[in-house]
C-alpha cells in the first residue's frame, strides 16, 4: 500500500464566494474495520475546539433488533448496509445543518439492540460523520462537502479488530476470527472497499498518518475561519 496521502476531486468550501452564507461543513470519514477511522477522528478533534466540531457515529445508527431472541441478534452481520438506518442518519444531517438539535440513538454491542436513552448532538460549525459504511449510501454520500477515506492493510485491521472486540464487546479470540472470516472480510471487498473510489481524500495507515491528518485538520480550521468572518 503507498503510505503517501490522495487528495482528488476536491474542492474545500472556503474556496467558494465571499458572498455565499457560511454553513456547516459536513465531512464523512469512512473505511474498514479496524483501520483507524476513530483514532483520526480524536487526533483531528484534539487539534481544534471541541465546541466548534460535532462527531456522529454510524455505529449509534444500527437498527433495533429487541425483537429477535438473543442468539438470532449475535448472527446479526454488521457489516452490511442493511444493518444501517441511514434514513434517520440523512435527516439528523439535514436537521442539524438546519440549525435543530438532534437525539442520536444509543446503540449497545452486548445486548445488539437500542437504548430507550439518547444523546443530544446540537449543530456544529463542522460535522464529523465516522463509519465503515456511510460512503456506500447515496443520499448520504451526497450530505458530505469532504469524502475520507481511512485504508489499512488487512492484517493491521485484523489485529485491531481482535483487540477491540475482546476489550469492548466481550468477544473471545475464536469468535471474533470466525466472524471475521465470515462477514467481516467478505462485506469489506463487496460493500466498503469499493468506495475508496468515492473519497475525495484518502488516508493510508490510518492514525498512523501524520501527514493525512494535519491535512485533514488544516482544511477544516480554514473552514471554522471562514464561518467566523462570514458571521462578523
Known amino acids: ?48 475546539k471541541e465546541e466548534n466540531v460535532g462527531v456522529m457515529h454510524q455505529d449509534s445508527y444500527y437498527r433495533d433488533s429487541s425483537h429477535l431472541p438473543m442468539e438470532e441478534r449475535q448472527q446479526l452481520n454488521f457489516d452490511h448496509p442493511a444493518s444501517i438506518e441511514f434514513e434517520l442518519m440523512v435527516e439528523h444531517i439535514r436537521q442539524l445543518r438546519n440549525g435543530t438539535n438532534v437525539q442520536v440513538p444509543v446503540y449497545s454491542y452486548l445486548t445488539c439492540t437500542r437504548s430507550n436513552d439518547s444523546v443530544p448532538l446540537t449543530p456544529k460549525e463542522v460535522l464529523i460523520v465516522e463509519g465503515i459504511l456511510i460512503l456506500t449510501h447515496p443520499d448520504l454520500r451526497d450530505m458530505f462537502d469532504m469524502k475520507v477515506y481511512v485504508d489499512a492493510e488487512a492484517d493491521d485491521r485484523l489485529i485491531r479488530v481482535i483487540r477491540r472486540d475482546i476489550v469492548e464487546r466481550g468477544r473471545d479470540v475464536n469468535t471474533v476470527l470466525e466472524r471475521y472470516e465470515k462477514t467481516v472480510k467478505q462485506m469489506h471487498d463487496q460493500f466498503i472497499e469499493p468506495t475508496k473510489k468515492f473519497a475525495d481524500i484518502i488516508v493510508p495507515q490510518g492514525g498512523e498518518n501524520k501527514v493525512g491528518i494535519g491535512v485533514l485538520t488544516s482544511t477544516i480550521r480554514m473552514n471554522l475561519t471562514r464561518y467566523s468572518i462570514g458571521n462578523e
Open 1 to 48: 500500500m503507498n503510505s503517501y496521502l490522495v487528495i482528488r476531486n476536491y474542492f474545500p468550501l472556503f474556496f467558494l464566494s465571499s458572498h455565499q452564507s457560511p454553513t456547516m461543513l459536513v465531512v464523512g470519514i469512512a473505511g474498514g474495520t479496524g483501520s483507524g477511522k476513530t483514532t483520526v477522528v480524536r487526533k483531528i478533534m484534539q487539534s481544534l
